[in-house]
């Protein structure tokens, strides 16, 4: 059975940090393209970084120079290290994997972000 659980959110003030995790099983993580991805209230889910099974990464434009996708296959965890927060970044953040046709998502966690 494929889980990616996500752990880490909260409530946080803005300037703040915040490290969120996503430990995956059932699936061969060294393999998957990674991602996490945000859903702010009343508005669709975005894409916010992604690392490949090589490691190379992207980002939002709106997050670049903020945060850092990394990944520990020893693990089998991709983080999302979030830093200088700010209240427009209050969504649900969701982990994502991807390997050929097959696409897993977790079931998000909580970022909440007080001015």
């Known amino acids: 059975q494929v889980q990616l659980v996500e752990s880490g959110g909260g409530l946080v003030q803005a300037g703040g940090s915040l490290r969120l995790s996503c430990l995956t099983s059932?699936?061969?993580?060294?393999?998957?393209?990674m991602g996490w991805y945000r859903q702010p209230p009343g508005k669709q889910r975005e894409l916010v970084a992604t690392?490949?099974?090589?490691?190379?990464?992207n980002f939002a434009s709106f997050v670049k120079g903020r945060f850092t996708i990394t990944r520990d296959n020893s693990k089998n965890t991709v983080y999302l290290q979030m830093n200088s927060l700010k209240p427009e970044d209050t969504a649900v953040y969701y982990c994502?994997?991807?390997?050929?046709?097959?696409?897993?998502w977790g079931q998000g966690t909580q970022v909440t972000v007080s001015s």
């Open positions: 690392i490949g099974s090589g490691g190379t990464t």
């Open positions: 059932g699936i061969r993580f060294g393999r998957y393209a």
């Open positions: 994502n994997g991807k390997y050929s046709t097959l696409t897993y």
